[in-house]
């Protein structure tokens, strides 16, 4: 097609960053679960890798609290993005976020980012895996397949506690009937009275696998859910030889118990070390504040501004989710992130605050 049959489109698209958005729906997909889908208030474009997430800013009883949630929604729908979250006992963000965020409310979110998506990792056979709320990233990225009539075989498998807790259930249903590159099979850990399912029951296994997806070993797999899940199949697939560089997981959440330990380990060790001779320590400063501090050889730059009472939002501590990042203006840092910032970024002198290690004195704007 000619060029000149096309208009510039002058639209303002999502770039990783801090943005405004307002609540415009909010949708009861279960009983404990709950869509919040966001508009800007000028027209943007939410341009994003389907899989990639966000990160909330919130205020909850006077105090900033960042949390990560991957968007469920596809960039085929480019004027809003969704979010899905289930209520968890307890928990502190999802409560608020059921009782108190109502349509036309405002807050500001970052992102998006995430090295978990369907475009890094191409390919035209896919098997997408997931428990629980784990369906969100899998559910974006088969929603963008669906919506752009790609020439991708999907095969989707969902766990679930039980049939009142399936997640996009009808839409599944709808997508598995209208397309034949679409397969869907649904796992239910049990069923109560009252509940009927004619479906799989229990936990996923091997021959239940190899009845879904008899050619799963030549499929790109992409996993999602609780951390007991997405372990159990890991081992399964490494079991029968799967070609493990093509699994991925949703690696986003709760710190993992070896990087606690680790933290927990270099806390100790900090407490029990000699004293750094001063010519080895770091100058940080941190411009716009006018403050600075000398830090030992390993320290961040987020810990050299908490111990100077600075506060950069931090969600992840691992360089996921994006949230930390500063400008740094001069100096060198060993940045050891995972996916969290671009390369474009990268460029322009960003850093990640949680995972970034000064080689030498450096300046941050902040």
């Known amino acids: 097609m000619s060029s000149n049959f096309l208009n510039p489109v002058n639209t303002q698209t999502w770039a990783n960053g801090r943005h405004v958005v307002r609540c415009v729906k909010v949708i009861q997909e279960t009983w404990d679960v709950r ?21 909330l800013e919130l205020e909850i009883d006077g105090q900033p609290v960042m949390r990560s949630y991957t968007i469920s929604s596809s960039p085929s729908v480019p004027y809003s993005f969704s979010i899905t979250i289930k209520r968890v006992p307890g928990g502190r963000v999802s409560n608020w ?93 049990k069923h109560g009275l009252g509940e009927p399912w004619a479906g799989y029951r229990g936990y996923l296994n091997r021959p239940m696998l190899e009845l879904m997806a008899p050619d799963f070993l030549d499929r790109e797999v992409f996993c999602c859910g609780p951390t007991p899940y997405m372990t159990a199949v890991k081992r399964l697939l490494e079991q029968v030889g799967f070609d493990m560089s093509r699994y991925h997981e949703e690696s986003f959440g709760a710190t993992p118990a070896d990087a606690r330990a680790d933290a927990v380990e270099q806390a100790e060790q900090a407490a029990e070390a000699p004293e750094v001779p001063a010519s080895d320590l770091h100058q940080v400063e941190f411009v716009d504040t006018g403050k600075s501090i000398r830090v030992s050889p390993g320290e961040t730059v987020h810990a050299a501004a908490a111990k100077l009472g600075l506060t950069i939002p931090k969600a992840c501590g691992m360089g996921i989710c994006g949230t930390c990042k500063v400008l740094k203006l001069s100096g060198e840092v060993e940045m050891d992130h995972n996916g969290g910032i671009t390369e474009d970024d990268e460029a322009e002198g960003y850093i990640l605050a949680c995972c970034s290690v000064p080689r030498g004195d450096v300046r941050i704007e902040y």
């Not at 869509?35 to 990160?55: H, I, L, R, S």
């Open 35 to 55: 869509t919040f889908c966001f508009m800007a208030d000028q027209p943007v474009m939410f341009f994003f890798k389907p899989g990639q997430f966000v990160t």
């Open 97 to 189: 976020l059921h009782e108190t965020l109502h349509e036309g409310q405002e807050l500001a979110v970052h992102g998006p980012v995430g090295l978990f998506n369907a475009i890094d990792y191409p390919s035209q056979k896919v098997l997408y895996l997931s428990g629980g709320v784990g369906i969100t990233p899998v559910m974006s990225m088969a929603r963008w397949f669906y919506d752009t009539n790609a020439n991708v075989d999907m095969v989707f498998v969902h766990s679930a506690r039980s049939p009142k807790d399936v997640i996009y259930q009808r839409e599944l249903e709808q997508m598995a009937a209208r397309i034949p590159n679409f397969a869907l099979h649904i796992i239910c850990e």
